[in-house]
Every structure is written in structure tokens, then in C-alpha cells.
């Protein structure tokens, strides 16, 4: 196995973005991306594309090729390939990418992450969206994707006193972040009071609990780590990948308040690493809503099972303090192109480890992980990164 | 959904029919062929099992923003249920008001219309849950 580094970032702005198509989208970012790293495209080799469901969305499929095509790559004929694992698509394409260039099969990779969601009526979205679940027997009687995280919430609640208030503490937190992220669909702090006297979506989630709809694209170069140097002054490493799976359906699952995949692969990248969870200056952990990011910091091991509320509350999650979570913004203020989130991660930790953050950079940062969950945490994929 | 995917799995709809581990006990809903547990020593040995429809509620939410289906019924009360027999289950509690509902009530299986294709006219029945009186 290879090392691998990171030598080139794109993300375009995210939100409900009408004049712009999903081909376009993607080659904005792709293009941005090997801009950055100085490659050219013939020096590309290979290209993963994630992207959850263009099918429903826009109803096209076929999309790495499509992305090749209109990257001006399909007269190299080089291999493009779509990943899907529902959100996780991203995340999942970065690990596909970073496996090929560390066993030596490609040298120069592009990963790219896109989703155009707001071609279709929310209700619309919704069943996409839905379809991430267990279509027969979870989305078809009913209940749809933030149904399955408010049932998460509502247990969680249940057994260790998490309150209404605390998973409102996430919220104002990441867009306290967010309105320092330039590409944010939301740049605009939120109250307290605002987040608990939204309208609800599936009780105890109000609309200020849940990841807004969005459209947006993110781009990565990969190249082997001997070999970064010569396109880039500032490779980031990637030291470490591992990806999960679980029950499809939430209500299959051992326990509702804790993601097992997250907990194993968690327990992986830490192995790699050789790092522990104090040995993290920041993280982009996947918040498609506030209870999400409560359950994902205490199974990383930022924080003890059942405490995520009460840290988050505290303000330990907050940029530069015990552990800066999310400073990008997160999923809910950042916004969630769902196929671009995993990669759109990544360009935000790799972002900060060059120091190039601007008003939300995190001070000192040298290792910084990203945690890209599927479905209700049916697949979860963690990297860990650090600076050289 | 397709008429033809809608009836492949009528009997677990219909009935609450799902599977037993004939090698270590444990009963699944809907139905599997390997038991997850047991793996291939359960090849062969998972039966087919009625449920009694009785449970518990494990956890649950009011939907106030539906999808496409069920957008006319909002706000409704989707919940999962521990069954006696051990598995859990998703389904929709009607019959009360959306407050009523807390963890850990008793519930029993109740066989109603789920939904309408309005594009085909099919309509669905299965499964809902409804408080213990
Ligand atoms: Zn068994």
C-alpha cells in the first residue's frame, strides 16, 4: 500500500442554485479542483463520482460518465465510476479513489461529489430521500427520513435525558459557523428560540433540526504521497480510511441511539492512525440533523455515550474549543447536496489543515477527520487526515 | 409501488408473517432466508412464523411533513414497535390523539387501508397499531 496525498480542492457555493444543472455543478468543482493541484487532464487517470440519486432527481443516471464527458476527459477514455451508498456516496467515492491510488492501480485520481435536488417538489425530495431507508417495509408505511431521526432523537431523549434545547444548541452552533463559510446555503446565525419555536417536521425535529435541500458539487485530487510534490506545495495526507454497514432499516438495529458502522469504523481509522480521538483538532461530522451530530460525537469517542447533548449544550463542539466539530458549517447550515456532502468534507478539513479557513479557521490544525453516514447509519465512512 | 412488489409480500403484510431460526430461536420480521446470527448453520432452518400483532412502543414521531403518499393524512404517528415475540417493527398508530403516545405504551395490530396510487387507483391494506384500552 501507497501513501496518499491530497493535492487539489473545488466545492462550489451550495443552496437552491436554478441556473445551474448537475453536469454543470460537477465541472465547476472539477475543474476548481485541478486548478488547485496543478494537474493537467493528462495526468488524470481515473475518476469516481458519488452521487446518491440523480435518477429520482433529475431523472438521469449514467452520471461519472456524463461528469467525464463535460470534464473534457472522454477522448483520454479513462475509467469513470458512479458510487452510491445514499449519503455516503461522497465519502464512500473518496475511499474508492484513495484505495486505487494506495494499491498502485492509478497514480492521478479525481473524486468528485454531486447532487441537483431542487429540480424536484419537496415531496418529491422527500420520497428520494425516503428511499435511502427500507423502501418496503420503513418508507412505504409512512414514515420518511427525518420520521427515522426523529424516532433516534425520541429515544434518545428517553434514556439519557436529552433535551429539545440541546439538540437546539447544534443548530445554532453550525450556523454560527456556517455564516463565516462563504459557499454556505446559510450564512445567517440562528437564536435558541428561533430553532424551538420552528414549525415541526417529525416531532421532536423542527425545521431548524433538519439539513436543508440542496444542490451543490465538491472535487478532490488524489495522487500517491511520493509523487505530491511535484504538483503542489501543500499535499494533505490522508492517513487513514475504513467504511461500515449496518441493518438498512432503523428498526432492526441493536440500538437506535448509537450507529454500530460508526462505532467500527471509528474503531478502524483509529488503528490506522495510531491517533486517539484527543489527537483530532477538528472534525466534519455528518449532521443531516441535529440528533445526528449529538450520536455521531459520542461514537467517535469525543464524548461518552449520552453526553453529546449536554457537550454540545456546554459549547465544547464550538470552533477552537475542546473539539471544533463541524466549522464548515456542517450539513445543516453548509447545506446537504446529499452525493456531495462526503466530499465536500474533505475539501473543508483539507481546507483547514493548509490553513486557508479564513474567519472559522481552527488554530494549529494538524489532524482533522471527516464522518459520512448513508441512510439512518447504514453505511458510515471515516478518513482521517493530517498535515505534513 | 408496483401492484406485483405489493403482493410478493402480502402474507407479511396481511398476516404479521415472519421468520423463525430453527437453529437458535430468534424471530424476524419481515421475513429472512439467513439468520444473522447463525448464518449458515440457519440455511435451511428458517420457518415461517405468525406474529400476535402485541408490542410495545420502543420509540416514535409526528410526522408533519409527509411524502408524496401520505402528504394528505399529516400531522400522523409513526412509531416502532417491540412485538412480544422479540423483532421490531415500523408502523403507523392511529385511533388517537397525537399526544397520547409516550414510550413504552402497549399496543396491539390493527389491519387498515396504508395507502392509494392515485396514478393506478390500487389501494394498500397491511398493518397498523392502535393503544391497548
Ligand atoms: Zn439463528
Redesign the interface.
Known sequence: MRDVAVIGVGVTKFGELWDKSLRGLIVEAGLEAMHDSGVTSKDVDALYGGNMSSGLFVSQEHTAALIGDFAGLASRHIPATRVEDACASGGVALRQGYISVASGIHDVVIVGGVEKMTDVS???A??AL?SAGDR?????????F??LY???A??HM?EYKTTKEQLGAVAVKNHRNGALNPKAQYQKEITLEQVLNA???????GLYDCSPISDGAAALILCPLERARKFTDNPVKIIASAQASDTL????RRD?CTMDATVAAARNVYRQANKKPKDIDLVEVHDCFTITEIVAIEDLGFVKKGEGGKASEEGLTALNAEISVNPSGGLKSKGHPVGATGVAQAVEVITQLRGEAGKRQVKNARVGMTHNIGGSGATAVIHIFEAI | ?SAPRFWR?INQRYNLVGTECGNCGKKYF?IRSVCPECHRESIGKMKKVKFSGNGKV??????????????M?T??I???IELDEG??????IIDCE?KDVK?GMPVESVFRK??EDGKSGTIYY?YKFRLMK
Open positions: 419537496e415531496s418529491l422527500t420520497d425516503a418496503e417495509w420503513e418508507s412505504f408505511l409512512g414514515v420518511t427525518p420520521g426523529a424516532m433516534m425520541r429515544r428517553h414549525p415541526m417536521v417529525a416531532e421532536p425535529l432499516s432503523l428498526h432492526s437506535i | 409501488m409480500e419481515p420502543f420509540s416514535y414521531t409526528v410526522i408533519h411533513v409527509g411524502s408524496s403518499m401520505f402528504q393524512q400531522p400522523y409513526m412509531a416502532i423483532p421490531r417493527i415500523t408502523g403507523q397525537t414510550i396504508i395507502g397491511g
